[in-house]
């Protein structure tokens, strides 16, 4: 069996789509970094996926990839009871609808006050100026310390994690040395701060101090190092959220049908809806993998212990027999209410309490927050590059959305006026 490493990173998103389409639909049978694989597809292999008698997550990531993106020691790389406490950190950290509102709320404050330098700018590169609100808002909402002189830096730092997760060469290497600063960051705040009068003082202790307080399943206190490591599951996905932000610009310019709606009085159900549009429609996570915890029968075939399985993610969200024209933008299809769990999968799937992200309510709102902003803020989008590269994961516009002529807050207006490419 022919290894498919470079094909996938030749490929991105379209290595699946297109091995499903030669298989007849059938489960993909091949060979990643020398290990045997599966790829599977539907709502029924969502939850066959998460089921954890059937899949183990301990040692099945690669370990560049958990040395970019995730970090050693991890909640993403345990499981069962170890699993089950740290991930119960995350659940009560952001599920929680008044600490999902507070982010959103925080962001849109970030948004309001980086505008007037927008609007001084001759040139706004939306997807760094959005990566900046976003670092500023999440340190400011977890209780993070950060200097205005580090924003920028930390800012790079944390795209680049997710930026060069699935690379080969100088975007890896920059993904290693930025979450190794941000380690080293983070742990020294929490030395700094259980040396002090202690880390969860207080009536309504911050993220940063329930996360340096954390015990492990056995009681013992996280390490400085995985305390920075959890800090940064919290910091990096939301700043993360930055690529589908950048999508939501990019889906205002090519559908500007939708911008009444999203800036007049019915805008937030609207932008909601138009959140979760965003997610399905655009390229962010192709698919997610395991290790078959047993021998395990799928589809009529066989899955030895081992074997790595894949989650399509990305061809589950463009399903034809889930989505009618899956390749149409339409934030309609959410008005009546949230899509089956096991049918929208950007960022995974599977239960909460399981290995489904957390962060998902985050994300939404944050990323409403984001849509209702831009279809209220007059700019223009000058000609660019706006295509959008299937090979590059995580992708974006080439050009990272360039706007221009942004409206100081004194113009008011709460139509857009992107023209242009």
Request: glycine share 8%.
């Amino acid at each position: 069996m022919v290894d498919s490493t470079l094909p996938l990173l030749l490929q991105g998103y379209a290595w699946l789509p297109d091995r499903r389409r030669r298989s007849g639909g059938a489960p993909v049978r091949t060979r990643l970094l020398g290990k045997k694989a599966i790829a599977l597809h539907g709502p029924a292999a969502v939850r066959f996926f998460y089921d954890e008698k059937h899949i183990r997550r301990s040692d099945a990531l690669p370990q560049p990839v958990i040395d970019t993106l995730f970090g050693r020691g991890a909640v993403h790389t345990l499981d069962g009871e170890r699993h089950r406490v740290r991930k119960a950190l995350f659940t009560g950290l952001l599920k929680d609808p008044s600490a999902v509102r507070d982010l959103s709320e925080q962001v849109g404050w970030e948004l309001e006050r980086a505008r007037p330098e927008w609007s001084r700018k001759e040139r706004v590169v939306l997807f760094d100026a959005l990566a900046k609100v976003l670092t500023r808002a999440v340190h400011t909402w977890a209780g993070v310390p950060l200097h205005e002189d580090a924003l920028a830096r930390a800012s790079r730092d944390l795209i680049a994690m997710v930026d060069g997760f699935a690379a080969v060469g100088p975007r890896h290497v920059a993904a290693r040395r930025a979450r190794g600063r941000q380690e080293e960051r983070l742990a020294a705040l929490v030395e700094a701060a259980r040396a002090d009068s202690g880390p969860a003082s207080g009536p309504s202790p911050t993220v940063f101090q329930t996360i340096a307080a954390h015990r492990n399943a056995d009681g013992s206190p996280l390490t400085p190092h995985t305390a920075a490591v959890e800090l940064l599951n919290v910091l990096r996905p939301t700043v993360a959220i930055t690529w589908f932000a950048v999508f939501a610009a990019h889906a205002l310019h090519r559908h500007p049908e939708h911008l009444e709606s999203l800036s007049g009085d019915d805008g937030p159900k609207f932008a909601w809806a138009f959140a979760q549009e965003v997610r399905r429609f655009y390229p962010f996570a192709p698919f997610v993998g395991g290790l078959a915890a047993e021998r395990l029968e799928w589809a009529g075939q066989t899955i030895t212990p081992g074997t790595m399985v894949l989650l399509d993610l990305y061809g589950l969200d463009h399903d034809a027999d889930l989505w009618p024209e899956p390749y149409r933008f339409d934030p309609s299809r959410f008005l009546a209410g949230p899509a089956p769990a096991d049918a929208l999968v950007p960022q995974g799937g599977g239960p909460v309490d399981g290995h489904r992200c957390p962060g998902e309510d985050v994300t939404v709102a944050v990323l409403a927050t984001v849509a209702r902003f831009l279809a209220r803020l007059p700019y223009v989008v000058t000609e660019q590059d706006l295509r959008i590269p299937l090979r590059r994961v995580p992708t974006t516009p080439r050009s990272g959305f360039v706007i221009s002529e942004v409206a100081a807050p004194s113009a008011g207006g709460s139509t857009n006026m992107a023209t242009g490419a």
